[in-house]
């Protein structure tokens, strides 16, 4: 079974920074989505921003502007660079990942955004 390792998660200042990473736990292969999605108490999952295999990312109109996706094709990796971070930002982050006949998702980690 294939799990998504997800870190980075902590507490932050509002206009601090924190920065993901997430990578799974054996070779996955022919990876085409990879990238975040988070859930705030009583809230929906939303998206974050997720990134094709050619790099081609897509944001949440929330955080456009102010995070930053990336991806290490040669590690099956992504991260995910929160700059500028508001108190709005609070939520458990998941992992994604996505395939022909597959879909994967990370166990979440915390992001809270407090001073």
């Known amino acids: 079974q294939v799990q998504l390792v997800e870190s980075g998660g902590g507490l932050v200042q509002p206009g601090g920074s924190l920065r993901l990473s997430c990578a799974p736990s054996?070779?996955?292969?022919?990876?085409?989505?990879m990238g975040w999605y988070r859930q705030a108490p009583g809230k929906q999952r939303e998206l974050v921003a997720v990134?094709?295999?050619?790099?081609?990312?897509n944001y949440g109109d929330s955080v456009k502007g102010r995070f930053t996706i990336s991806r290490d094709n040669t590690k099956n990796a992504v991260y995910l660079q929160m700059n500028s971070l508001k108190p709005e930002d609070t939520a458990v982050y998941y992992c994604?990942?996505?395939?022909?006949?597959?879909?994967?998702w990370g166990q979440g980690t915390q992001v809270t955004v407090s001073s």
């Open positions: 990134v094709t295999n050619g790099g081609t990312p």
């Open positions: 054996r070779d996955i292969f022919n990876i085409n989505l």
């Open positions: 994604y990942a996505d395939g022909l006949g597959y879909r994967y």
